[in-house]
């Protein structure tokens, strides 16, 4: 079992440009969740779902869209990325919604 | 609403002494608590959890936590510090009877071992 993956793992991007991280599980979960973690502030919950084809909004949900089409994958875009975005971000997925699970991480920066 | 507060930001030991990470909770449910570490450059892995069954949990690498509801606190500790236990570590809790089963984290202890 590979886990909880992402892709990508570094992006660079400039002000205004847009792009889709993907984080895909292979523990037949039904939650599935974005985090972002900046210095001296833990993670916080940009969405989540609940299972396939069902989403919601987290504690920080402004500037970021997501999709759950097939319950392995969770998609999280920026339509036109801002340095505020800039952050390390960490997909995770949960069984039952208890313990989760998390990926490696992307950390993106926008310039 | 649910919110965690880890009362060290940073805790520095040195190796083979004791180490005690501190964390108080707030829950209008009954909440599921964690204990995440985070090594530099990594993702974060679970240490141990509390699911309403034995306050005193046990967890990997010799990490324990103790589950105290008169005093909503969940404190992590170890008998003796190694070098590899250097990391960030995260008090976690979640809305176990709610819909939506997110986590909330406290903002993080830097765990630093001296040699």
């Known amino acids: 079992n590979a886990g909880v993956t992402q892709t990508p793992k570094f992006r660079v991007l400039k002000t205004g440009q847009s792009m889709t991280l993907l984080c895909a599980q292979d523990m037949n979960h039904e939650y599935m969740y974005w985090y972002r973690q900046d210095p001296g502030m833990g993670l916080r919950l940009i969405h989540y779902s609940v299972g396939e084809g069902t989403t919601a909004k987290g504690e920080v949900p402004d500037g970021y869209n997501v999709s759950r089409l097939k319950k392995q994958n969770f998609l999280l875009g920026l339509e036109s990325a801002a340095p505020s975005q800039t952050s390390v971000y960490f997909c995770?997925?949960?069984?039952?919604?208890?313990?989760?699970?998390f990926g490696p991480g992307t950390r993106l920066t926008v310039l | 609403a649910q919110s965690v507060t880890q009362l060290d930001s940073h805790v520095s030991v040195s190796e083979g002494t004791p180490v005690l990470l501190r964390c108080n909770y707030s829950s209008s449910y009954s909440p599921s608590l964690f204990w995440y570490v985070q090594h530099p450059n990594k993702g974060l892995q679970l240490l141990l959890k509390y699911t309403s069954a034995a306050t005193l949990v046990k967890g990997i690498n010799g990490f324990e936590a103790e589950f105290k509801k008169s005093e909503t606190s969940f404190h992590l500790t170890k008998p003796s510090a190694h070098m590899s236990d250097a990391a960030e570590y995260f008090c976690?809790?979640?809305?176990?009877?709610?819909?939506?089963?997110?986590?909330?984290f406290g903002s993080g202890t830097r765990l630093q071992v001296q040699p």
């Open positions: 995770a997925s949960s069984f039952r919604g208890d313990e989760q699970f």
């Open positions: 976690v809790v979640s809305e176990r009877d709610t819909g939506r089963r997110a986590l909330t």
